[in-house]
């Protein structure tokens, strides 16, 4: 029976873990390739490693960054922060990821998406969709928004659409956060992963809220989600992914239990 | 241990380097001399996108090659689309066709409710047979991403449910193929990948 995918997510800045409340306030949270490895010990069934303040002069970082990180790493393993081309991402592979997350570049030049797609394969590109629900709207759940710039600016389109448009164009999977939910540990967006996951045939990891074992089965179920990320849940050792993965199992969720 | 990976040009070879060397293997890449392939104690023929990637083997010579080394008995072992090589053809790219050892096709998921592609942890039910997935016991997981897929026939090593039976890993003599990605299935993988570095003729 297929799984429901638990994911690590490491964010990463200038070559350490680090989590913040909705992208602001910092906290260090140790070194990538040791909580890479504790996770995929621990049962993670596939580590996410963002560089949330990519830029041009930090990419040798983050390339060696993900070198050392994959190099004992046997779980699949994606990239995410920074890569605006094929080139990037081709970087990114030789480097040791089995996929790129790509974000605000994709909004910018969606071509981009079919462009890694072709040289790599859709199961290579991961389209993360930062959304927020349209208070203002009808219906806020179907005309949620996307934004880029860490949740600060609108993009300028509606989060269903853009995540049929990534499908079409040959993304693999949609990494959807939901900038409402992410840092708070209060659960989810399930509507919104759930409008989400419908309207696309390819799987959705759903990220932001993660705080307790209910929220996961929430999200599975009443979400729809064939993944989740986890973050903060892990950090700090407030739990690790074979408890969570425990419990999941206990709740009937299926879940893949470490050897 | 020597091993030979074929690169033909279809995706990112680093992961499995990666495994194959972590597990002590002497590995040499070859996209395109066929004296690799003739002088090859094991090949591997990774492999993730689309099928018809696999015009090359054709265009360089190496499938020739490689029907020679498989009748040499060298192990050969293929990953994802390099196990769908095996077969005859797949309708993800009709015009182009497979090796053929085995005569049947590969096909796409039939349409339904559930997502293609396929992607994510599945268990196996191990056919008791299988050198390949010795020691691989009930509740252990592998990780698949993949649209098409090899049909259940008797030469099957372990068949994974999603959507419909399909062979997870298939297995005659030397010449293996497995659907998920060992080199991305944690301690599981490592084992099959171990198993297929120690396969020794019959």
Known sequence: MLTKRIIACLDVHAGRVVKGVQFVDLVDAGDPATQAARHAREGADEIVLLDITATHERRQTLLETVRRTARELFVPFCVGGGIRSAQDAGQVFDAGADKVSINSAALADPGLID????????????????????????????????????????AGRRVVEWAREAEARGAGEILLTSMDSDGTRAGFDCQLTAAVSEAVGIPVIASG??????????????????????????????????????????????????C | MR????????????????????????????????????????????GVGHFQATERLDATGITSAIRAAIGRGVPF???????????????????????????????????????????GWNSLEVRSSSRLLAGVGPGEFVYFTHSYKAPVTAETAAVTQYIEPFAAAVEQGNVMGVQFHPEKSGATGLKILRNFLAWEGN
């Open chain 2, 3 to 46: 091993v030979t990976v074929i690169d033909y040009k279809a995706g990112n070879l680093t992961s499995v380097l990666k495994a194959l060397r972590h597990l002590g293997a002497q590995v040499e890449v070859t996209d395109g001399d066929l004296a690799l392939v003739e002088s090859a104690e094991r090949l591997v023929l990774p």
């Open chain 2, 77 to 119: 072992l293929g990953i994802c689309v390099g196990m769908q090589w095996l077969y005859a053809g797949s309708s993800e790219a009709p015009a182009q066709p497979g090796l053929a050892h085995f005569p049947e096709a590969c096909t796409r998921f039939p349409e339904c409710s559930k997502k293609v592609p396929h992607v």
């Open chain 1, 115 to 154: 462009a890694i797609g072709r040289s790599f394969g859709a199961q290579a590109v991961v389209v993360a969709i930062d959304a927020r629900r349209d208070p203002h709207a009808a219906d806020p759940v179907r005309d949620a928004q996307v934004f880029v710039q860490g949740g600060r600016k609108p």
């Open chain 1, 209 to 258: 809220g993660a705080g307790t074992v209910a929220h996961f089965t929430d999200v599975f179920a009443r979400g729809k989600a064939d993944a989740a990320l986890a973050a903060s849940i892990f950090h700090f050792g407030v739990s690790s992914a074979r408890a969570l993965k425990e419990e999941l199992a206990q709740a009937g969720v299926p879940v893949r239990l470490p």
